[in-house]
């Protein structure tokens, strides 16, 4: 089933005297449920602009993007909230997790911001920590966590809520190469397992070791998929 689609999506921006500077050119792709797909690219290829448009942060200059068949139409901006509440849980590079709550209190507080709260959202934050490893870390705060402890707190904040679309932007960047290769095996493992779609923006080759396929974006155009190595 597919979750997430884009159609002939473009991004311009505009500079301080006005001048148009293009950052995507007809983008079209889908991603379908229990996929993992990578998505490289050199820096200022466009690949961060296309993941918020994917995430609803962001919306196209033009073109049209789908979340589980309900269109994240740009002319209704006070939907995407809502659409990214819902379907979309969003891995970053930097962790972003609040550092005076603890790994569980910070899982939390996302399935607050998606209404959920109580013992529902308590409950809810311990499965997801476990799911990643991290039972006998629930009440650490980030100070006491190590870097890939770190990550996998992230994670989890992005499983909390079964959204069906996990959105990664360099997932392993912080990470040595030991603890990246376990998030990436985690990574694998819970696509499959909770049938997620997974998108993973990477400069890191040992993403590829995950894939479904690999897209490259080159100067706002997506190439033809590859297989992943």
């Given at each position: 089933m597919t979750v997430l689609e884009a159609f002939d999506v473009s991004k311009d921006y505009r500079e301080g005297r006005g001048e148009v500077v293009p950052v995507l050119h007809g983008v079209s792709l889908?991603?379908?449920?229990?996929?993992i797909v990578g998505l490289e690219g050199p820096s200022g290829s466009g690949k961060t602009t296309l993941l918020s448009i994917l995430g609803c942060i962001l919306t196209p200059t033009s073109g049209r993007v789908l979340v589980e068949g309900e269109e994240a139409d740009a002319r209704r901006p006070s939907r995407l909230p809502a659409i990214r509440r819902r379907s979309i849980g969003f891995v970053f590079q930097q962790f972003n997790l609040f550092p005076s709550l603890t790994a569980v209190e910070n899982v939390e507080?996302?399935?607050?911001?998606k209404g959920l709260d109580?013992?529902?959202?308590?409950?809810?934050?311990?499965?997801?920590?476990?799911?990643?490893?991290?039972?006998?870390?629930?009440?650490f705060l980030p100070r006491d966590l190590s870097g890939g402890q770190k990550q996998r707190v992230a994670i989890a904040?992005?499983?909390?809520?079964?959204?069906?679309?996990l959105l990664a932007d360099e997932p392993t960047a912080n990470l040595d190469s030991h603890v990246g290769a376990?998030?990436?095996?985690?990574f694998r493992s819970l696509a499959k397992k909770e049938n997620r779609a997974l998108l993973v923006?990477?400069?890191?080759?040992?993403?590829r070791t995950i894939c479904d396929r690999?897209?490259?974006?080159?100067?706002?155009?997506?190439?033809?998929?590859?297989?992943a190595a």
């Open positions: 889908g991603l379908e449920r229990g996929e507080y996302a399935l607050n911001v109580g013992d529902e959202a308590y409950q809810e934050a311990e499965r997801v920590l476990r799911a990643v490893g991290l039972e006998d870390r629930m009440d904040r992005a499983l909390a809520g079964r959204s069906p679309i376990q998030i990436l095996e985690l923006v990477t400069h890191d080759p040992k993403v690999v897209l490259q974006i080159r100067d706002g155009r997506l190439a033809a998929d590859g297989l």
